[in-house]
């Protein structure tokens, strides 16, 4: 399995862009959640999905983002417009709820600078 | 705001040597999860430990979790050099599936 993969890797835009980042979850993966990682506030989930759904979106920071999941394979995770205070890691992890796991396994995330 | 705060913030030590971090959380859990990030890679999961367990085993890793007192503990045992990564335990709120992760200790192995 290629496990969760995220696009781009790194992604450098100017204040006022939209960016969207992009996530493949592993096959057979009903969860999916979106964090954001930095130095002052640390890893954050701002979003997840069960089956497609959004369950819980009281993480997404301000209306200026967006995630959806319009498929079980693919979630795209939308900023319009940009800030530089946007500038983070943001990782997209999936997860099964078969087993009792509740294990979630990580892409490498994808690296915003906003200028 | 984090359920999960970590102690230390980072911690250095000689490999060969035990690593022991701490994690305290705040409300009630269903289980707390020990995950492991190298630099510039994403978070790897290492441990799950259930609210009813107290001690759990995989490996090199240890984990203790006393509800009464909200904490648990990682620790690594003759700790080698690709140990060295962050360390962060997540807690569930409301959902199981639903993680909000602490801080993070920063484990340095020398070689």
């Known amino acids: 399995d290629a496990g969760v993969i995220q696009s781009p890797r790194h992604e450098v835009t100017e204040m006022g862009q939209e960016v969207t980042l992009r996530c493949k979850p592993i096959s057979g993966h009903d969860y999916l959640f979106w964090y954001r990682q930095t130095m002052m506030r640390g890893l954050e989930l701002l979003i997840y999905f069960n089956n497609n759904v959004p369950i819980d979106d009281s993480g997404m920071p301000e209306d200026r983002f967006s995630a959806k999941m319009p498929n079980a394979s693919f979630s795209t995770l939308k900023i319009q417009p940009s800030e530089p205070r946007d500038s983070a890691v943001y990782f997209c992890a999936s997860s099964r709820s078969t087993g009792r796991s509740y294990e979630q396994y990580f892409g490498p995330g994808t690296r915003l600078t906003v200028t | 705001s984090q359920q999960g705060e970590e102690d230390p913030q980072a911690l250095s030590i000689q490999e060969g040597e035990n690593a022991t971090m701490n994690c305290s959380y705040k409300t009630s859990i269903n289980n707390l999860q020990w995950y492991r990030q190298n630099s510039g890679r994403g978070l790897v999961h290492l441990i799950l430990?259930?609210?009813?367990?107290r001690e759990k085993h995989s490996g090199r890793l240890r984990v203790t979790l006393d509800t009464s007192k909200k904490s648990s503990s990682l620790l690594i045992t003759a700790s080698r050099a690709a140990d060295t990564a962050s360390y962060f335990c997540a807690t569930d709120a409301g959902s199981s599936y639903k993680l909000i992760f602490g801080s993070g200790t920063r484990l340095l192995v020398r070689p």
């Open positions: 430990i259930r609210s009813n367990e």
